[in-house]
């Protein structure tokens, strides 16, 4: 006999289908190698007796305060811990029940449907201006379209285009200068038609630049406003373009002076499902949610995003990541820009566990090797 302890970070489903288990056990199984770890923040003391018995009930567990079985203050922050199959149990069970459980029913049924993107996409970085904070990322003329031709090379699924710098305190330029630094990019990938080879994005919330480039042959738009402008929703709508919607508090300029938030993983939960609804009235199909790394978050702030970026799957949408060599790192362990590769490593394949499936890097050939041996490890 040979005993072996495995890693829970494993691919349970193909350790299961390899062992011969059929499908019907394989989906029990699955479900109960599934742990889920939720927060629930000003619960009624009342329901958190009965969320804990019911809990115990099943198997599952739930971590509460001392006094709260007698009632020693009447709300309390509780940690649930439970199985895929417990929280569905759970999920029915409190569906009868008072205090506010009827409500929390539906929360936890939304983890239970979250489901996680099997393949993950890169998104390669390409400036066009002269003032990002990577001074390794900015490009123009020829040297711009060698660059996006060796990045898909290097293994990019998409190519991110901007030709204005978000970094913290920088400042805004009108959308024809913004034009004028892109155009002659955007005009060359389309005569050698490059957007056959691989997906274009463009990093702009300016509705003249976006017409321009969806006209010719970019297909996603990456705006940091989160759709803002109700000009860009309807130009996004009216191309078919997907929209990547990103959580900014403030404006680039400022956003870095004190940042605040009452709970950021659900400050910006609440401005996603404002903007999906506003990206669906305007006919947008295809949408993907970017916490927005950096724009307007403490480093706490964005530790907690990146940590639990699996909060986000309950939306139905693709998530999008991107720390690549941005100033948090530094804030971690003291580094240039120049300098924080294995940081940005280290920040996305956190990510990428946690549900993001569409990383944004500078380093693309770097990032594709580091995500092979992330997929290998994992069996």
């Given at each position: 006999m040979v005993v072996e302890k495995l890693s829970n970070t494993i691919d349970l489903h193909r350790e299961l289908k390899a062992l011969g288990v059929d499908s019907g056990g394989i989906s029990i199984l699955a479900d109960k190698g599934k742990m889920h770890l939720i927060r629930i923040r000003d619960l009624h003391v009342g329901a958190a007796n009965i969320l804990k018995q019911d809990a115990l009930s099943i198997g599952a567990d739930l971590a509460v305060p001392k006094g709260t079985v007698t009632a020693l203050t009447p709300r309390v922050d509780v940690l649930l811990i439970a199985t895929e199959r417990q929280l569905q149990q759970l999920a029915k069970k409190e569906k009868a029940q008072p205090f506010g459980l009827k409500q929390l029913s539906v929360e936890l049924e939304s983890f239970c449907h979250a489901k996680y993107e099997n393949e993950i996409s890169i998104m390669g970085i390409l400036n066009a201006n002269d003032d990002s904070f990577y001074h390794a990322s900015r490009f123009q003329g020829n040297q711009a379209i060698e660059r996006i031709e060796s990045m898909i090379n290097e293994g990019a699924d998409i190519i991110d285009l901007g030709g204005v710098s978000s970094r913290p305190g920088s400042m805004a330029v009108s959308a024809e200068e913004e034009l004028r630094r892109v155009r002659p990019i955007i005009d060359a990938l389309y005569e050698q038609r490059l957007y056959e080879?691989?997906?274009?994005?463009?990093?702009?919330?300016?509705?003249?630049?976006?017409?321009?480039?969806?006209?010719?042959?970019?297909?996603?738009?990456?705006?940091?406003?989160?759709?803002?402008?109700?000009?860009?929703?309807?130009?996004?709508?009216s191309y078919g373009a997907t929209a990547v919607i990103m959580h900014m508090q403030g404006q680039p300029a400022t956003m870095q002076e004190n940042p605040a938030y009452s709970s950021v993983i659900t400050d910006v939960e609440h401005f996603f499902r404002e903007r999906i609804a506003?990206?669906?009235?305007?006919?947008?199909?295809?949408?993907?949610?970017?916490?927005?790394?950096?724009?307007?978050?403490?480093?706490?702030?964005?530790?907690?995003?990146?940590?639990?970026?699996?909060?986000?799957?309950?939306?139905?949408?693709?998530?999008?990541?991107?720390?690549?060599?941005?100033?948090?790192?530094?804030?971690?362990?003291?580094?240039?820009?120049?300098?924080?590769?294995?940081?940005?490593?280290?920040?996305?394949?956190?990510?990428?566990e946690q549900g993001a499936s569409i990383v944004r890097v500078h380093d693309v050939k770097e990032h594709a090797q580091a995500i092979h041996v992330w997929k290998a490890l994992r069996g």
């Amino acid at each position: 006999m040979v005993v072996e302890k495995l890693s829970n970070t494993i691919d349970l489903h193909r350790e299961l289908k390899a062992l011969g288990v059929d499908s019907g056990g394989i989906s029990i199984l699955a479900d109960k190698g599934k742990m889920h770890l939720i927060r629930i923040r000003d619960l009624h003391v009342g329901a958190a007796n009965i969320l804990k018995q019911d809990a115990l009930s099943i198997g599952a567990d739930l971590a509460v305060p001392k006094g709260t079985v007698t009632a020693l203050t009447p709300r309390v922050d509780v940690l649930l811990i439970a199985t895929e199959r417990q929280l569905q149990q759970l999920a029915k069970k409190e569906k009868a029940q008072p205090f506010g459980l009827k409500q929390l029913s539906v929360e936890l049924e939304s983890f239970c449907h979250a489901k996680y993107e099997n393949e993950i996409s890169i998104m390669g970085i390409l400036n066009a201006n002269d003032d990002s904070f990577y001074h390794a990322s900015r490009f123009q003329g020829n040297q711009a379209i060698e660059r996006i031709e060796s990045m898909i090379n290097e293994g990019a699924d998409i190519i991110d285009l901007g030709g204005v710098s978000s970094r913290p305190g920088s400042m805004a330029v009108s959308a024809e200068e913004e034009l004028r630094r892109v155009r002659p990019i955007i005009d060359a990938l389309y005569e050698q038609r490059l957007y056959e080879k691989t997906t274009f994005s463009l990093d702009s919330y300016e509705p003249e630049v976006i017409s321009y480039a969806l006209e010719r042959g970019f297909t996603i738009i990456n705006d940091i406003t989160g759709l803002a402008n109700d000009e860009v929703a309807r130009l996004c709508g009216s191309y078919g373009a997907t929209a990547v919607i990103m959580h900014m508090q403030g404006q680039p300029a400022t956003m870095q002076e004190n940042p605040a938030y009452s709970s950021v993983i659900t400050d910006v939960e609440h401005f996603f499902r404002e903007r999906i609804a506003k990206g669906s009235s305007y006919g947008i199909k295809e949408i993907i949610l970017d916490c927005g790394i950096g724009f307007g978050k403490r480093l706490e702030d964005n530790l907690s995003l990146i940590t639990h970026q699996s909060h986000y799957l309950r939306l139905g949408k693709k998530l999008l990541v991107g720390a690549s060599r941005k100033s948090m790192i530094n804030a971690i362990s003291p580094s240039s820009s120049d300098e924080r590769l294995a940081g940005s490593l280290a920040i996305h394949l956190k990510a990428i566990e946690q549900g993001a499936s569409i990383v944004r890097v500078h380093d693309v050939k770097e990032h594709a090797q580091a995500i092979h041996v992330w997929k290998a490890l994992r069996g």
